[in-house]
């Protein structure tokens, strides 16, 4: 039996020598040293040894369990550490390998018009004012003298989330809003840029989200004089010192008397061309002397103080400044489109 187990050892050490990976040492180790094989064979015919005989196999058979064990887990971590050094070699990184480059974004070209914009304003004396985008048909409608069922709401077609909020259709409610923090006590002298959201078929000149900057002022002794005024020194710092302006009756609930603002054509210099639809102007904002209503729904009282309020669409003048045709290009972020914008 000693001798068995001596081939039996001898056997499965070349058996391991051989092994060429973890999974022929896994079938090595079950084939000997498993319950079924031939060592443990060997062992479960001890009962028929004499007594003298039985602990010498017994010692002999466990040496060479232990003998091929150790051989095998050798052997077992020596394939791991190779297998390691394998991956980290695998998975090593050349620092020296030059960087991918980063591609740089750049301001959009909608928030470069808006902050070109709040720099003249701010230049005139006016802070920047900003405000909530979900609103109360309070603050977007009743405040701004449109009460319920006012034909003049349909001016606005608006995205309802309840009866009672909905997107802001102008960035106005930000103005009563002051107003109200104010108190009744002037002077209110503001900027309020924001989205708003109207429900409009999107097309070349349309969007259902938009940019606008609105402004207000309210003092003692405001007159229109103060808006043209401050128009005048506005659009030839923004458009450039050659544009003349002019003001048209227009009509608005929140303001009254309202007017138009128009500034002469840069393409034609006042002439009439395609790009003015020939008559030498060029319509940019609305504005007007705050309604009445209006002052004593912001707290002021309409007998002491006045105010003057305007309202613009920054798309707009994005595409006026730089010649752009289409409104979708500020919304579907084509950088080809946005790249050209990185140092305006
Ligand atoms: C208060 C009082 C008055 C804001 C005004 C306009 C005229 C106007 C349009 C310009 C292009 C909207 O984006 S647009 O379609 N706006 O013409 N907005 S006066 O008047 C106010 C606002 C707030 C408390």
């Not at 304003?121 to 004012?129: E, H, L, T, Y």
């Not at 752009?324 to 946005?338: A, Q």
Request: charged residues 30%; negative net charge.
């Amino acid at each position: 039996m000693l001798d068995r187990l001596q081939e039996l050892h001898d056997e499965a050490m070349k058996k391991v020598a051989e092994a060429e990976d973890l999974n022929d040492l896994k079938e090595v180790r079950v084939a000997y040293l498993g319950k079924k094989g031939p060592i443990t064979e060997v062992m479960k015919g001890m009962g028929k040894l004499s007594a003298e005989e039985r602990p010498k196999v017994g010692q002999k058979a466990n040496e060479v369990r232990e003998s091929v064990k150790s051989y095998i887990e050798e052997k077992e971590k020596a394939f791991e550490e190779a297998a390691m050094l394998e991956k980290l070699k695998k998975e090593s990184i050349d620092v020296t390998l030059p960087g991918r480059p980063v591609s740089k974004g750049s301001r959009h070209p909608l928030t470069s018009v808006v902050e070109t914009i709040e720099d003249v304003f701010i230049g005139m004396g006016f802070n920047v004012a900003e405000g909530p985008e979900v609103e109360t048909d309070y603050y977007n409608f009743e405040s701004l003298n449109l009460p319920k069922h006012h034909p003049a709401r349909d001016m606005q077609d608006t995205f309802f989330i309840t009866s009672d909020l909905l997107l802001r259709t102008q960035t106005s409610p930000v103005q009563t809003r002051t107003m109200e923090k104010h108190e009744g006590q002037g002077p209110v002298k503001i900027v309020c840029p924001g989205k708003v959201y109207r429900r409009d078929e999107d097309d070349a000149t349309h969007s259902h989200q938009f940019m606008q900057i609105e402004g207000l002022v309210v003092d003692e002794g405001i007159r229109m004089s103060d808006l043209k005024g401050i128009f005048a020194t506005f659009v030839k710092q923004y458009f450039g010192e050659e544009r003349d302006i002019r003001l048209r009756p227009s009509f608005f609930p929140f303001t009254e008397p309202s007017a138009e603002l128009d500034i002469s054509c840069a393409m034609c210099g006042g002439k009439g061309c395609r790009t003015c639809k020939q008559t030498g102007w060029i319509e940019v904002l609305g504005a007007g002397m705050v309604h009445p209503n209006v002052l004593k729904m912001g707290g002021f009282d309409p007998d002491q103080y006045s105010g003057f309020a305007f309202g613009m669409g920054v798309e707009r003048f994005a595409m006026l400044k730089y010649g752009i045709d289409d409104i979708r290009h500020f919304y579907t972020n084509d950088k080809r489109f946005l790249n050209q914008f990185t140092r305006v």
